[in-house]
């Protein structure tokens, strides 16, 4: 970050010192005041609950607009990199700063396959769930589990064991995530192969089964692709806040993105693909396009508590970038499949096209985000809703790994401390029992 030729100056009305508070400026997007030293010259805090005006880190990774609906992974367009890239491309680029040539292209993605398996224990580690326990809860156990079996990569402050477990962690969470829907049906678990690409080998450990070759399905596998490159990263949302807080501990990197994982679960959040389906069905159940009115009455009604899943976005005023992307993977998949008049896909096109006409959807710049199309794509892919939520993580492990070693190798970071605004009882004496 550079010095910016504008100051900040801070005044009181009551007389007490101003002082001057240093701008900075990043290479595109908002300035940023710089309040580090506020505290000690003020005694004062900012306030600022849920981060809506706070740059908590300065970065290199993503940068988003929300007014122009833009995303870029490292200064490239989010719809260049699923159109023109792979996710294991863009896993390289989220880590190392630009895309891949031939050869590092060629030993990334060996290094990467040649991790996929796990430790063999971990399969008894997930005989200690109920079979019908929701994947997000078996993949918040599992994950923080890795830091069981793998101390030779936990030294945070160790580039090399930064690495090594970013390429575990990115290697690893397909099988994981595999391993936790197999659990669920009862079916065996389905070893990586190494000839597949990350996608198809992901959609193998799945959906195959030890009694015939699974033959994956190139439309299938290349909109899974192109759901892992659309979730990689996305700036300081709220599972990466949580990553990089966690992980400013010095704890390892397993622990980290486990705290990663249990922020996402969070319908407002990652749950929400898995709550936009969820929603979808039940307006079906309702009476489908013709009762899409009497849901949206009710989403107006703030005591009904219902909100319009797959809308809204704290950063996109706009159209969020890859809704389109992933609508346009809907298109691809339910045409592949035969199933272009899918119901449901009907359904969220009519909604989505009365909620974007609709002055209380405009006024409030809601608008589809990554959520509202996902679940819709899955579903046709064959993933269950309750472990969309868990595709959406598998792809975020990368973007939380890569924000992680960035912080960490920081040399300036410090552990993330916040303060608060108190407002609750001032001192006071315990009285005995009977005087209370
Ligand atoms: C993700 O941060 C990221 O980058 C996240 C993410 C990522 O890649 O990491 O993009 C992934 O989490 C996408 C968002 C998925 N969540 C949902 O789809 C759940 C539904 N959306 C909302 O819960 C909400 O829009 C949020 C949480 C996404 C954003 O909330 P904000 O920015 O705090 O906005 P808000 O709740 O203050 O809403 C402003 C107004 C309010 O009405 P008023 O009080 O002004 O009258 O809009 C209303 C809200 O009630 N509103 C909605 C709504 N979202 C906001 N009303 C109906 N349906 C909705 N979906």
Redesign the pocket.
């Known amino acids: 970050m550079k010095p910016s030729d504008l100051k900040a100056t801070l005044s009181f009305s009551d007389g007490s010192p101003s002082i001057d508070l240093p701008v900075y400026a990043g290479s595109i997007g908002p300035d940023v005041v710089d309040i580090r030293k506020l505290y000690a010259q003020t005694g004062k805090f900012t306030y600022d609950p849920?981060f809506m005006s706070t740059g908590a880190c300065q970065s290199t990774i993503t940068f988003i607009d929300g007014d122009k609906g833009e995303l870029l992974y490292r200064g490239y367009p989010i719809e260049q990199l699923a159109t023109q890239c792979d996710f294991l491309d863009t896993c390289y680029l989220l880590l190392y700063g630009d895309l891949p040539n031939a050869k590092q292209q060629t030993d990334f993605k060996t290094l990467v396959t040649q991790h996929t398996m796990v430790n063999e224990q971990m399969q008894f580690f997930l005989r200690g769930f109920r079979r019908d326990a929701h994947p997000m809860a078996v993949m918040t156990g599992l994950v923080g589990a890795l830091s069981a079996f793998y101390h030779d990569s936990t030294d945070v402050h160790n580039p090399k064991h930064r690495e090594v477990a970013a390429i575990r962690l990115i290697a690893k969470m397909p099988t994981l995530v595999s391993m936790s829907y197999k659990y669920g049906i009862g079916q065996p678990y389905i070893y990586p192969k190494n000839s597949l690409s990350y996608a198809a080998n992901f959609m193998r450990m799945m959906f195959g089964t030890p009694c015939e070759e699974y033959e994956p399905n190139d439309v299938l596998v290349r909109a899974m692709d192109r759901i892992f490159i659309l979730?990689a990263d996305?700036?300081q949302?709220?599972?990466t806040s949580t990553v990089r807080l966690c992980g400013s501990s010095g704890t390892n990197p397993y622990a980290a993105i486990a705290a990663g994982v249990a922020c996402l679960w969070g319908?407002?959040?990652?749950g929400?693909n898995e709550a936009?389906l969820n929603m979808l069905e039940e307006i079906q159940r309702m009476g489908g396009v013709d009762k899409i009115g009497e849901f949206i009455t009710q989403?107006k009604d703030k005591n009904s508590n219902v909100?319009?899943?797959?809308?809204?976005?704290?950063?996109y005023r706009n159209y969020d970038p890859r809704a389109k992307l992933m609508r346009e993977s809907c298109h691809e998949v339910l045409g592949a499949l035969g199933l272009q008049d899918d119901p449901l896909f009907k359904l969220a096109m009519a909604l989505e096209k009365i909620a974007l006409e609709d002055d209380y959807f405009v006024s409030?710049k809601?608008y589809p985000?990554?959520?509202y199309y996902s679940g819709i794509v899955q579903r046709a892919i064959g993933i269950p809703v309750s472990l969309f939520t868990a595709i959406f993580a598998l792809a975020r492990t990368a973007g939380w790994i890569a924000q992680l070693n960035e912080m960490i190798g920081d040399p300036e970071y410090k552990i993330g401390r916040p303060r608060q605004l108190y407002t609750g009882s001032v001192r006071r004496d315990v009285k005995p029992v009977a005087k209370r």
Not at 267 to 270: F, K
Not at 307 to 315: A, E
């Open positions: 849920g979730h996305h700036e949302n709220a599972s319908p407002a959040h990652g929400a936009c989403v909100k319009l899943m797959g809308f809204g976005h704290r950063v409030r809601l985000n990554v959520d």
